[in-house]
């Protein structure tokens, strides 16, 4: 005979005072419990990757300066530039296409029409 034969047939038992609890509020009880506050935040953080920023040959520093020189406001342009990430090392890489504004040698970015800043030292390309 087994251990629970006796109750094993049995019907469940239900309480005169208090109603039963229901279904979507019993599983909130076995929700896990997050003891430590902010380390879901911080696993998802440093599982996030970020790339490195590309060091061109001076052959290509020479080929993108020549394709700057040539750039002139009103133009039309596809810019790839890296931006760095703001909580950890590396960053992306992206592209902003606009039409030109400006070429700001003394603060070394140029500026679209949109507002967006690029700063010349990142540019990895302009199309």
């Known amino acids: 005979m087994g251990n629970y034969d006796d109750i094993i047939d049995l019907p469940h038992p239900t309480s005169e005072r208090h109603p039963r609890m229901p279904m979507a509020n019993r599983a909130a009880q076995f929700s896990p419990f997050a003891a430590l506050s902010g380390y879901d935040d911080a696993v998802k953080e440093t599982a996030r990757l970020t790339d490195g920023k590309i060091d061109l040959t001076e052959e290509e520093k020479s080929i ?13 342009a596809a ?49």
């Not at 993108?64 to 039309?76: F, H, I, K, V």
Request: hydrophobic share 40%; proline share 5%.
């Open 64 to 76: 993108l300066d020549a394709r700057l020189q040539r750039l002139t406001p009103g133009e039309n």
């Open 79 to 127: 810019i790839i530039y890296f931006q760095p990430d703001a909580r950890k090392q590396g960053g992306a890489y992206l592209t902003a296409s606009g039409e030109v504004k400006r070429i700001d040698g003394a603060a070394r970015e140029i500026v679209l029409m949109d507002g967006r800043r690029i700063p010349i030292d990142d540019i990895l390309e302009v199309g």
